[in-house]
């Protein structure tokens, strides 16, 4: 199979830190694995710790071409936190890793999580906390960092008080105490 990523490169057979198979790329470093061997992996040594070091990592802007189908390949995010993504092919159940990409899952603690990170609830969890962060820091631009904390204050109070609804009513009225 030829590199998706390099294009100049063989996937020569190997294996990924020692673990399980993969193909790497003889000329970029990067890996081609199948889910299907990373979980078989995992099934058989549920007590692995996977520990490493922060690395830098490649990635590619663009959409990378499966090496077996020659399909397009969809990106999924890692984490909130991180920019990075991973090349996923459905048709094979195959992700490519650029070089350091696999060191980077270990040293964020993800390694263990390879096959999660390619469902829709991890990407769903992944866009509900960026959402989140977004929306929290457009409030703290619009309040101010004290406003903030003093509305977060004051709706944590709101919605435990037994009476919510009528403070409501009260605090939005024009005016809380006409008959009218």
Known sequence: MKCTACDSGNLVPSFLDDLFRCHTCDNCGGNWILIEDYIGWKERHPEHVFSGESIEAEDSPGALICPMSGGIMR????????????????????????????????????AGNLNAILTDQWQHRIRKEKASESLENLYRSKFGDADYEKACDIREWLHAHPHKCDIRAFLMADSPFSAS
Request: aromatic share 12%; net charge positive.
């Open 75 to 110: 990106k999924f995010r890692v984490a909130k936190d991180n920019a990075h993504r991973l090349d996923y092919s459905a048709r094979v159940g195959g992700v490519w890793l650029h070089k350091g990409e696999w060191e980077m899952l270990v040293a964020e603690g993800l």
